[in-house]
């Protein structure tokens, strides 16, 4: 570009007196930016640069696992409201099987008992008939033994 800001050939400004004393400034000012940077980097100038890059990279890397962490948090609380949620509803399951399995064993020996009970009436009226049977035979007995000795 010249003074005015129009865009001119760069063959002509090479053509032009005083343009190649700029345009070796140039070519040595962009070598020596190039060296200095090459020796820069060699000689650890660089460094700094270096090392707040490095910085910013493991500050995001840092807050990624951050954001990692927590979630893995939030899921394990929550896993462990659920599991305190199943181990209420097995407690309450255990309990209700107990007072099931107590009140089978009741009506158990109730049926039982109620069994054993009947099986005695039985026994009971059995050994009655036995004895009012004795009873009668002695009767009949006595009167037959009357009848035949008068």
């Known amino acids: 570009m010249d003074r005015k800001g129009a865009k001119t050939d760069p063959g002509i400004i090479e053509a032009l007196p005083g343009t190649e004393e700029q345009t070796k400034a140039g070519i040595l000012s962009r070598s020596k930016d190039f060296l200095q940077g090459a020796v820069d980097s060699l000689t650890g100038k660089d460094l700094p640069k270096l090392v ?36 209420e509803k097995l407690r309450t399951l255990e309990k209700q099987v107990s007072e099931l399995n107590r009140r089978l064993d009741e009506l158990a020996r109730k049926i039982e008992r109620r069994q054993k009970g009947e099986a005695g009436l039985a026994r009971i009226l059995r050994q009655a008939t036995w004895l009012a049977a004795v009873v009668a035979l002695t009767v009949i007995v006595t009167a037959l033994i009357r009848a035949f000795w008068k």
Do not use: Y
Request: proline letters at 0%.
């Open 52 to 87: 707040e890059d490095f910085t910013r990279e493991m500050v995001i890397v840092a807050e990624g696992l951050s954001e990692d962490q927590a979630k893995l948090r939030d899921a394990v609380t929550l896993q462990g409201e659920m599991q305190d949620q199943a181990a």
